[in-house]
């Protein structure tokens, strides 16, 4: 229960692995569900597939847990290759979306179900249920029928039903899509401790951005049938490395350019020229902008852009010149939209109670530091 | 106050204004004339106009013994009327009467036409030395039980017969002489052909909802034809193409002959396989509708659960999508059980003497013997059955469960 974290070591051999697996529905001229997946789950790790649907990300959970068969490639687990088992006999938790408790069983029973069809001894089966209700805080509940649930209450009798019968990895598919936005954050926190307590290894799949950053030890990022990219949620969000998941996590300003220079400077200082379509010349961190000349995309998080209420020329040669057009009220946060000269358009936030706030309708200068100003290749 | 208690009442009785013609319509084309029906199953309305005074005076007789001269006077009273009126009219009360006690006590329809006869003539003396004269058979009691049975407004008579139940002359039930004890041989084949029915039609009939439930969207259509397409022919026309089908020299054993098969034509008609096929045949959709409908509704992602807990196909389908199907299942018996129970064409046609249901018999004494009274008895037997079917299948599953979930 302590290995939480264990996972993390690279060198160990991973949980499940992916090897070159390819899904076809129908004819493969079609085109592929999921093609030429490569993915290591590793032991104790809470693993995100994102993004948007018809990505692939079902289709990969659905290969893990035995309903889909692949085209090509193994799915191994624990070193074994299981592509070709059948689902009841790969002893993977599986939690669907919207819950799929059995209505005409009691709760009791629903969680039982597992460890009956495997021929564990009532008594045995008695005690372990209530372990697994008292884990989701619904000891009290057995007797009653899923319908007489509240839908968080479902939700975590659906994951003490996959968990109860210890299997190497839980998964998860868009569980939390039938709540409502304040359940949905108790859950994923409930989820989250879960986790962390029993040192579970999970993989998650969801289109909600937002809760794979509050989730995940790493992040896939789905698109097209293919990882985009596969990190932390920090790294994902700050050092995105494509201008697709740029866009899918997270808000971003998308200023068009054109590339001036040869990248310049090391580590994080390494940085490119780029002549916005306005006419400003700003650097920004090449992520995979091409050579002097090509066309390309600088995107900046709202949470990055600073504005001063003073001229551009006054703040310094990145700064850009802009109007304040309006300012938005969030609750937590306002939200400035600034129009640059030559119609574009950048969002910026800031903290409520952040100092003088300029009226709309005024010049002011907006910069921000070029580390977090991304260089994407146009239309990537 | 007053106007807030007013309204919901005047809404209620407006609301039961625009049902009544409903209501009359059902009451007047459904309910009166099957009750009236069914009431014929009591009534007794043959003797009792015939004899009268025979009957009044029965109705203190203890039946220990035969009755005294009083009740003679009374029968030869009556009989010099009928035969009177039935001389004048040319009407046949007497023969009427002497039908259904013949049904009670076999003997009557000659023995009460003959004394009729030979009281006419006016006698001396006492009219039970007179009555005994002509037949010795008065001077036992059960003439005269019988008379007094069939003499009320209202008897049980014909509801006993069809359970083969019978009164003697004090009243107490016994069984009816095995010579008519018949009905209860055939209800219980009436249930018996009605459960294999049933039985046949849920192993055909649950398999292929299972495969239309589960077939892709552009096949379903055609499967959907496919059951459906017995409900556009007329039923009697079906059962005639069995008979084409299954004759001696019909389709099946042309082609087994072919074939060279068989040697000698295969006796496929005029017995209970040959039923038993068309019932089936004519009754599967009413078994394959209802579990469609309930498989259709059915969450596919349950199965999908179980099976990922561990349960293998089978165990799934035994745990989860069986139970959750069940109200289908339920539903589609119960209407093909009821209606295999009202089964009179298909056995009549193709079934041989022993194969005939309860319908038939109605038929047979609604049209052959016109004894209205054992046709409506045998209604409310079948009538019985069905509510106590309903009745038992409402214990055990309930009905609120029938609609699919």
């Known amino acids: 229960m302590t290995a939480q974290k264990q996972g993390m070591n690279r060198m160990a051999e991973p949980l499940v692995r992916f090897e070159g697996v390819r899904k076809a529905y129908g004819a493969a001229a079609s085109g592929y569900a999921v093609q030429r997946l490569d993915l290591d789950v590793e032991k104790g790790e809470l693993l995100t597939l994102l993004g948007p649907s018809g990505s692939g990300k079902t289709t990969t959970l659905m290969l893990l847990a035995g309903f889909e068969m692949p085209s090509e490639g193994r799915i191994l687990l624990g070193g074994r290759d299981i592509a070709r088992l059948p689902p009841h006999k790969r002893g993977i938790g599986v939690v669907f979306q919207s819950y799929a408790l059995f209505p005409h069983m009691s709760v009791a029973e629903n969680v039982a179900f597992s460890l009956e069809v495997r021929g564990v001894p009532k008594p045995e089966r008695a005690r372990r249920v209530e372990r697994a209700l008292s884990m989701v805080r619904l000891e009290t509940f057995g007797e009653r029928r899923p319908a007489q649930l509240s839908g968080g209450q479902q939700q975590r009798i659906a994951l003490a039903r996959a968990m109860v019968f210890e299997p190497p990895i839980v998964l998860l598919d868009e569980p939390l899509g039938a709540l409502d936005k304040a359940l949905r954050e108790e859950m994923q926190y409930e989820i989250r401790s879960l986790h962390q307590r029993l040192g579970l290894t999970m993989m998650y799949v969801t289109h909600d951005q937002q809760e794979a950053l509050t989730l995940s030890d790493r992040i896939a990022v789905f698109e097209g049938g293919r990882i985009r990219q596969l990190a932390p949620p920090r790294r994902l969000y700050e050092q995105p490395e494509n201008a697709f998941v740029a866009g899918f996590v997270g808000e971003n300003n998308r200023l068009p350019g054109t590339v001036r220079s040869h990248p310049e400077g090391e580590g994080r200082d390494r940085a490119i020229r780029v002549m916005l379509d306005g006419g400003t010349e700003v650097l920004a961190r090449p992520v995979d902008a091409g050579a002097p000349g090509s066309r390309c995309v600088v995107a900046v998080r709202p949470e990055r852009v600073a504005v001063a209420a003073i001229l551009a020329s006054e703040m310094g040669e990145d700064a850009l010149s802009a109007r304040l057009a309006e300012v938005i009220f969030q609750g937590d946060h306002v939200r400035l939209r600034l129009s640059l000269g030559d119609g574009a358009e950048v969002v910026a936030k800031r903290p409520v109670g952040g100092g003088m706030m300029p009226e709309p309708g005024t010049l002011v200068s907006v910069a921000w530091d070029p580390a977090h100003a991304h260089a994407f290749a146009a239309g990537g | ?405």
């Open chain 2, 1 to 405: 106050m007053a106007a807030g208690v007013a309204t919901p009442l005047k809404a209620r009785l407006a609301a039961a204004a625009l049902v009544a013609p409903l209501l009359l319509f059902l009451l007047g084309v459904f309910v009166l004339p099957i009750g009236a029906f069914l009431f014929r199953a009591v009534q007794e309305s043959d003797v009792a106009p015939v004899l009268p005074r025979t009957v009044a005076a029965l109705s203190a007789w203890d039946g220990a013994a035969p009755p005294g001269e009083a009740a003679f006077a009374a029968l030869v009273e009556d009989l010099r009327e009928a035969r009177a009126r039935d001389q004048q009219s040319g009407g046949g009360e007497v023969a009427r009467a002497s039908a259904r006690l013949n049904a009670d006590l076999p003997g009557f329809r000659s023995l009460l036409p003959m004394t009729a006869r030979r009281v006419a003539a006016p006698f001396e003396g006492e009219a039970r030395a007179a009555v005994l004269a002509i037949s010795e058979e008065w001077g036992a009691i059960a003439p005269w039980a019988a008379i007094r049975r069939a003499g009320g407004p209202v008897s049980d008579f014909n509801l006993l017969a069809v359970l083969d139940l019978k009164r003697d002359a004090t009243g107490g039930l016994g069984t009816a002489p095995p010579d008519e004890a018949i009905f209860r041989a055939i209800l219980w084949r009436t249930l018996w052909m009605g459960v294999l029915a049933t039985a046949i039609c849920l192993a055909i009939g649950y398999p292929l909802a299972w495969l239309i439930a589960t077939a892709p969207p552009r096949a379903v259509p055609w499967l959907m034809a496919g059951v459906l397409l017995p409900f556009w022919t007329s039923l009697i026309v079906r059962t005639a193409a069995w008979m084409v089908l299954l004759q001696r020299e019909g389709v099946v054993n042309a082609a087994l002959g072919a074939l060279r098969l068989v040697e000698e034509p295969l006796p496929l008609l005029f017995n209970r396989g040959a039923v038993l096929l068309a019932m089936v045949h004519i009754l599967l959709p009413f078994m394959v509708l209802p579990i469609y409908a309930s498989l259709k509704s059915l969450d596919w992602r349950l199965p999908r659960a179980a099976v990922s807990l561990g349960a293998s196909p089978a165990r799934a389908f035994r745990r989860v999508t069986l139970p959750l199907s069940l109200p289908g299942v339920g539903a589609g018996c119960l209407l093909v059980f009821i209606q295999a129970l009202g089964f009179y064409v298909t056995p009549a046609l193709l079934g041989g003497a022993n194969d005939q249901m309860l319908p038939y018999f109605v038929a047979f004494y609604a049209s052959r013997t016109v004894n209205w009274g054992m046709a409506a008895a045998l209604s409310c037997l079948i009538l019985a059955a069905v509510a106590v079917i309903l009745a038992v299948y409402g214990r055990l599953v309930g009905f609120s469960r029938m609609r699919p979930a």
